[in-house]
């Protein structure tokens, strides 16, 4: 008789090996990007910085423009299906980039030719993969799970550009293109080997990809939570985005601080975040999400305001990893919600509106904030970041859909 032990509760805990597997493989091919993305403007500002500008226009605006018919073909064809095919498509590219790279150098041409094709397949490939925790991850672990592909992510951001002028500095353009289909190659091998659910829908009630786009949209604002914890997450996107990539370079520049004290002052911001979401990776979500993320975000306006009217250096980088630490805790509370309340027809359509949301909001808010700063200056600027950030935890406070939020 053969006798089968119940799992330990460790065990049970555990999230499947299948997602930390699928997990492993898009971060290090978004460590790739990441790389490639600095590669690709860092030889554009070679040519003067309209170029450099027109690159980095190539790649965001198509991945902005694109997004929500990305989502639409993930719900349509399959997270899995779009995945691959984007992997493939990007092998393609940067074999493309590094033997043209190679050969003629780097003309401006080459480098928007790039960022267009690397933009349109974000485009598609980004709502598929942040559904993907839903799809193969039980809903009482989806907290952990998010929590820990954002604090990945998050490390990937943070370490992409040093990474890139790292390989740069090595072999040019070209050497970073190989090693950026290395690393795509190496995600679409390990997507092989996995298959998460999709009940793709039924070819009589698939309507014009068009429809199904405009859809997506609709049913986040008509599903009870959505669009509550939406607008909640794109105001504070709008205003604690531009604080690393703004206002700390222009903080430091004013208080004659130097450009190594900006990059410690991000540095903190990121590293609060990825601490805390690696935390609530091992420890799960509070129960209540709706009123941790409000507290979270009184923490983050809190943290931002002490980068504000820091009186030295050290002063200021506890306030960022303060802030960091808040928002972290903000985003791991309230993305899972938007996964979970997301109906299984449309988590990449909810993905795409998500990732759209946040994108418009940061372009409008870095130019308005860009023009505050200007006129105000950059300490008076943090200071309204930190005053809408603290009205943002009021406002969830004292919101009912945002209170009960499960």
């Known amino acids: 008789m053969i006798v089968v032990s119940a799992p330990k509760p460790a065990q049970r805990n555990r999230l499947p090996s299948s997602y930390l597997v699928w997990l492993g493989g898009a971060l290090t ?27 980095l ?14 989502g639409a073909v993930g719900d349509r064809a399959g997270a899995r299906r779009v995945m691959l095919t984007c992997d493939a498509v990007m092998v393609i590219v940067a074999v493309a980039v590094a033997v043209t790279a190679g050969a003629i150098g780097t003309p401006v041409a080459l480098l928007l030719i790039a960022g267009v ?23 009482k672990h989806l907290g952990r799970a998010v929590a820990l592909r954002q604090s990945g992510v998050h490390l990937v951001r943070t370490v992409g550009a040093p990474v890139g002028g790292a390989l740069v500095a090595f072999g040019g353009l070209s050497f970073v293109a190989w090693v950026d289909a290395g690393t795509f190659l190496v995600a679409f091998t390990v997507l092989l080997l996995i298959r998460p659910r999709f009940t793709p829908p039924a070819p009589e009630v698939r309507r014009h990809i068009a429809r199904e786009t405009l859809d997506g949209v609709l049913v986040v604002f008509r ?22 990539s703004l206002l700390v370079p222009l903080l430091a520049r004013e ?55 820091a009186p030295s250096l050290p002063v200021a980088v506890a306030g960022a990893f303060v802030a960091g630490a808040g928002v972290g805790t903000f985003v791991s509370h309230l993305a899972p919600v938007l996964l979970s ?3 299984e027809s449309h988590l990449a359509r909810v993905q795409a509106v998500f990732s759209l949301i946040q994108s418009v909001s940061l372009l409008v ?17 943090v200071g309204l970041c930190a005053t809408v950030l603290t009205l943002c935890a009021v406002t969830g406070f004292a919101s009912r859909q945002v209170r009960h939020l499960r």
């Open 29 to 55: 091919s978004q460590l790739g990007s990441a790389a490639m993305f600095f590669a690709l403007t860092w030889a554009a500002t070679a040519h003067g910085g309209t170029a450099a500008g027109l690159v």
């Open 223 to 244: 599903t009870p939570g959505l669009g509550t914890v939406l607008l909640l997450i794109a105001a504070v996107a709008g205003v604690f985005l531009p604080v690393g």
């Open 365 to 381: 808010m870095s130019a308005g904030l860009g023009a505050i700063a200007h006129a105000l200056g950059p300490v008076a600027t």
């Open 57 to 70: 226009s190539s790649i965001v605006a198509p991945s902005v423009l694109f997004v929500l018919v990305g």
């Open 255 to 309: 208080h004659t601080w130097g450009a190594h004290a900006a990059g410690i002052l991000v540095g903190a911001l990121g590293l609060g975040t990825v601490l805390v979401t690696l935390v609530v990776a091992r420890v799960g979500t509070y129960r209540l999400p709706g009123l941790a993320a409000s507290g979270a975000c009184a923490v983050t306006g809190f943290g931002v305001a002490a980068i504000g009217v």
């Open 341 to 343: 309340a997301a109906p």
């Open 117 to 139: 094709l690397t933009g349109v397949n974000d485009a598609f490939y980004y709502p598929s993969s942040g559904s993907m925790p839903r799809r193969m991850v039980e809903p």
